[in-house]
């Protein structure tokens, strides 16, 4: 059995036994008998539950079962899981040993775990839901609702209860499965995503995870579904900025866990969201068999106001509404006059009676080919009146008619967060069209929708620069540092070392005024009056090396510009993590910053320079910060003892820029 095929069992099984089968647990027998699957029941004095045929004992079943669920209290589960396993059961539902097991519970999962990793079985659970998939058996021991319906959208869920709340949404999204993995004592989300990201039946995923207990494997897992072109969705909570480690260098901190495993989604082109509505709205946009081709989006609206706040989402949510088309606009005019100046939102209220002006401005607007999305803002709830729902429904229709057979995207969104009647929500599913609630979330869900990236491209490896004279332990001091980014194309602002005032004075005027001299030592770490900036003359210089003392460092000073920085810190969970963003004392103050996992190709680092918060760099100085980031890319790959490098600042012009500092730390030396 291939690898990601080691988890089908648990997911789809093609025989199932119950262990602990009873009336109690009559959902599951229920579903299981529907589903008409080989199946059996395990119970010490019962022939039969539900229908489903019971034996006492596992090891007597007529057949060996490819899933057992074992559902039994945890005094007893023990005995259940080993009679299984040597009956030569390799594959478990555990849907106990929560808060119901007490204090006993840990332990006891704990070595039912240790049994499982050595007879090389797999295990969903313990302290979990179970699998619910539309049209299988759902080995599920809540309920599983009629309106939950088939498609394309597979959803790993950590919590049982956000599993849960994703089967009581109706009839929306179209799940392929819902998967509650709970405590992943054995299997857990990398082994499931690695299954649905080859699952012919999967075309979108979408993560709802607490921690991620194997960073490696969950990251090829990613991979994976970037190659088989599959988007993952993912909501990950328990972030703190208190879980950020203590680092040498600003860029650690700036990063902190949170943000290394929002760069390591990046990496792989997954789709980040932060609220439980947001992953709904966007896996309801990604589970069409359409996508967006692009960000070209047209809308039309039941109201002015509405459509105004549709547009300025999404202008927030990076999807602006252009203006119409002169053409589209002139075909809209001549067929309904009342549209005195048609926009973008379009406001269609009372130009014509609804059934005509809707119809008609919706086949206008997709007949142009002007759009890759089609949106129609029309307020859908089951609490509106009689008439207006009618009329509302006739947009859905026309706009599902309209685009049928095209590759135009077509969405329905509303102002409301109100759940719309079964039979509309029932209509946008089987007709493809995305029925979206919120204007926010909804603009968000197209612009993911439209902005699907692949994973990180690379440019082809250059041969290692050899650093073995520079390198040595610790935090480095800022010349050696300033030489290791030279070695890599980093430009940094000339300087010379001085162990005098007078070989001071000397290199100043070596290098042209005016110069900065500093404490030669590592960046950010002098004291607070350990760098002297704007000298003009000589005498300057001297006083300052006199008044700082010892070995200096005198660099020329650079032109007045944004400052910016550039750094990668190594992340013990996901590897080199690059940042870019706002320079100088922003760094500290502001922690605005865009991340991505290293390395990254020259495209990547644009984008990622683009998407910097507050950032305002011209074309040249854009083009420099990326060569920057490929560059500390190419040094975290190269040198992997190398833990952390922070360029900060870099000062930006209409040339380009130059690094004024640079830290570089080695693995293993000691640091403040």
Known sequence: ??????????????????????????????????????????????????????????????????????????????????????????????????????????????????????????????????????????IWIGTVPDTFRPGRVSVVSQSGSIAEALLGIGPRVGFRSVVSSGGEAVSDAADFLGFFAEDEGTGAIGLFLETVRRPAEFAAAL?????????????????????????????????????????????????????????????????????????RIAAISESGGEGALLADLGEAAGMPFEPLPDEVAADLTARFPNYCAPGNPLDAWAIEEAELVFPG?????????????????????????????????????????????????????????????????????????????????????LAAAASLRSASATSSPAEPVDLADLLGEGALAEFESALVLERYGVPVAPRRRASSPEEAAAAAAELGFPVVVKVDGPAHKAAQNGVVLGLGDADGVRAAAERLGGRVLVAAQATDGTEAF?????????????AVGLGGRAVETLSLAAVSLAPVGERE??????????????????????????????????????????????????????????????EGGAGE
């Open 566 to 578: 550039c750094g990668m810190t190594r992340d013990p969970d996901y590897g080199p993590v690059l």
């Open 361 to 445: 401005s919706i086949e206008i607007l997709v007949r142009s080919g002007a759009f890759d999305i089609v949106v129609a803002q029309a307020d859908q709830s089951q609490f509106r009146g009689a008439e207006e729902h009618e009329w509302c429904f006739m947009i859905v229709k026309a706009l599902a008619k309209a685009t049928a057979g095209t590759e135009i995207f077509p969405a329905v969104t509303t102002v409301s967060a109100v759940d719309p009647r079964p039979e509309v929500a029932e209509y946008a599913l089987e007709h493809d069209v995305a029925l979206l609630r919120g204007p926010r979330d909804a603009m968000r869900a």
């Open 1 to 138: 059995m291939a690898d990601h095929n080691r988890v089908r069992p648990l997911l789809f099984p093609r025989s199932v036994a119950v262990v602990g089968a009873s009336p109690r647990h009559g959902r599951i027998v229920e579903e299981v008998v529907r589903s008409g699957i080989p199946a059996w029941g395990v119970h010490p004095t019962r022939d039969e539950v539900l229908g489903l045929p019971c034996f006492p004992r596992v090891g007597g079943l007529p057949d060996k079962p490819e899933l057992t669920a074992l559902l039994v209290g945890h005094e007893r589960v023990e005995d259940a899981f080993d009679e299984a396993l040597a009956a030569g059961m390799r594959a478990f539902f555990l849907p106990g040993l929560g808060n119901e097991a007490g204090t006993a519970g840990p332990e006891v999962a704990g070595r039912i775990a240790e049994r499982a990793k050595t007879e090389d079985a797999v295990l969903l659970g313990p302290n979990c839901m179970g699998v619910a998939a539309p049209g299988e058996a759902s």
């Open 223 to 295: 991979a994976r579904c970037a190659d088989a072109g599959k988007p993952v969705v993912c909501l990950k909570v328990g972030r703190s900025q208190a879980a950020a480690r203590a680092a040498l260098a600003h860029t650690g901190a700036v990063v902190g866990s949170d943000r290394a495993f929002s760069a390591l989604l990046r990496s792989h082109g997954a789709v980040e969201v932060d609220d439980f509505t947001a992953l709904v709205e966007t896996l309801e946009a990604l589970g069409r068999a359409r996508r967006p081709r692009g960000k």
């Open 605 to 666: 680092a644009l984008q990622l320079v683009a998407e910097a918060p507050g950032l305002d760099a011209g074309p040249a100085a854009r083009e420099a910060l990326a060569t920057t980031l490929v560059a500390l890319g190419r040094l975290a790959v190269d040198h992997p003892q190398i833990s952390a490098i922070d360029v900060n600042p870099l000062i930006l012009s209409s040339d380009g820029a130059v690094a004024v500092d640079a830290l570089v730390v080695v």
